[in-house]
């Protein structure tokens, strides 16, 4: 029996978590949306755990450039998930009334 290549089985899991990634976004409703994105950035964590593993199992120099890169990529996309959740959030803040002293200065 013949050995299957670490790089074929790198790209079916690449393959796959874009599928996965895909049906996981879109069909989300407009309306969850907010609620959900620090579930996406969950996803996102368990994402950059795979690609390290990924990182660190393959033997090829391309390979291991792929893991790194797929490594950042997921970091970028959980810094800006938790900035852009934490702005929607702050839309939904009271804003504070301005106090009757501070009205007539």
Known sequence: MEAVSPT?????????AIYVGYHVVWTVTPALHTPLMAVTNAISAIV????M??????QG???KFLGVAA????AVNIFGGFLVTRRMLEMFKKKEKKSAS???E
């Open 53 to 58: 593993l990924a990182a660190a199992l393959t």
């Open 102 to 104: 501070k009205a007539h």
């Open 48 to 51: 950059i755990v795979g690609a």
């Open 61 to 63: 120099g391309f390979a």
């Open 71 to 74: 490594v950042a990529l997921a």
């Open 8 to 16: 074929l089985i790198n790209l079916t899991i690449f393959v796959l």
